[in-house]
């Protein structure tokens, strides 16, 4: 996929507004529900479900791109692409880290 080539289909949009809405519920999960709570299973399990998104964005993005051969070759990366995943990659990462619990205090 070359950036700035993808036409926009009006017929489409209810895709976005889908995707746009479960973005905006993790975004409250993070920022709300979490903060509300010190309970380590609650963060494992909802960063789990959480991760579970990541990695199916991630499989979309190499779709997006041709492929995970493409995807995995940085040497042609536009900065579109460094930019996708330099913003993904960090939060997906802390996700992981919280699921397996590495960095919660031991009691």
Do not use: K
Request: with cysteine; hydrophobic share 55%; charged share 15%.
């Amino acid at each position: 996929m070359t950036p700035g080539t993808v036409n926009f289909a009006p017929e489409m949009m209810f895709l976005h507004i889908e995707l746009g809405g479960a973005w905006l519920y993790f975004a409250f999960v993070e920022a709300v529900v979490l903060r509300l709570t010190d309970d380590e299973r609650s963060w494992r399990f909802l960063c789990a479900g959480m991760l579970l998104s990541d990695l199916a964005w991630c499989h979309s993005a190499a779709q997006a791109v041709g492929g995970w051969r493409i995807c995995c070759d940085t040497s042609i990366w536009s900065v579109e692409y460094h930019f996708m995943f330099w913003t993904s990659a960090p939060i997906a990462v802390m996700r992981l880290l919280i699921v397996f619990g590495i960095g919660f205090n031991q009691r």
